[in-house]
């Protein structure tokens, strides 16, 4: 079945530093991929997205590539804030599995001022 | 546009007790639905496919007659916990597949047990 291996956590870093979020993945299908954020307390949101190989995903300086020859969605930003401090999800959404979106275990970064 | 509207965002139930947990599209249909549950510090794992008009399609090892799903429209789903125990607490999240934005991910319910 589908599944995905990220980073294991937790990440700590310096304001400003730069930051990678390791993700491969297994699929039958060719699958979207996807990362989110969850905020303490808060529900998920979508940081970006990658449908197809050699896509790049991006968005509030945050960067992800689908890589279909090493089956990986790393994660990075070049640098980061205090605000980005919250845990990060891999994801992958399979057609060829009704659509479920399978998730990695989540990375929790804390980034200090 | 394609926001998804969880409630209540919190709740604490008496052991024995039942919870109802909506989930709704504000601003675009969804016939399908996704319920999640989420224990502490570890990831989501899917309960079950939520479809419109039809049986929720439930994953291994979710007991379908505890977690009742209803889609009874194309803008709502609901979750409701029966006989609710202890062991039932956790953050339970829906997402919804539509609106042009593939799947959009409600704030997510804190369910305390006690």
């Known amino acids: 079945g589908d599944s995905v291996t990220q980073m294991e956590g937790p990440v700590t870093l310096s304001e400003e530093a730069f930051l990678t979020i390791n993700c491969t993945y297994t699929?039958?299908?060719?699958?979207?991929l996807f990362w989110y954020v969850q905020y303490p307390g808060e529900g998920l949101q979508l940081l970006l997205k990658a449908t197809k190989a050699d896509d790049k995903g991006s968005n509030k300086g945050f960067e992800a590539t689908y890589r279909k020859e090493t089956t990986s969605f790393h994660l990075e930003k070049g640098s980061v804030q205090v605000s980005d401090s919250a845990v990060y999800f891999c994801?992958?959404?399979?057609?060829?599995?009704?659509?479920?979106?399978?998730f990695g275990d989540g990375t929790t970064l804390t980034v200090k001022p | 546009g394609a926001v998804v509207s969880q409630h209540p965002s919190r709740v604490i139930c008496k052991s024995g007790t039942s919870v109802k947990i909506e989930c709704r599209s504000l601003?675009?249909?969804?016939?399908?639905m996704f319920w999640y549950r989420q224990f502490p510090k570890q990831s989501l794992m899917l309960m079950a496919t939520?479809?419109?008009?039809?049986?929720?399609?439930?994953e291994q090892g979710v007991e379908k007659d505890k977690f009742l799903i209803n889609h009874a429209s194309l803008t709502l789903s609901t979750l409701t916990v029966t006989s609710a125990h202890p062991e039932d607490s956790s953050f339970y999240i829906c997402?919804?597949?539509?609106?042009?934005?593939?799947?959009?991910f409600g704030s997510g319910t804190r369910l305390t047990v006690v």
């Open positions: 939520s479809n419109e008009g039809s049986k929720a399609t439930y």
């Open positions: 994801a992958l959404s399979d057609r060829t599995n009704a659509g479920k979106s399978t």
């Open positions: 699929a039958t299908g060719y699958p979207s």
């Open positions: 997402s919804a597949r539509g609106g042009g934005r593939g799947y959009t």
């Open positions: 601003d675009f249909q969804a016939t399908t």
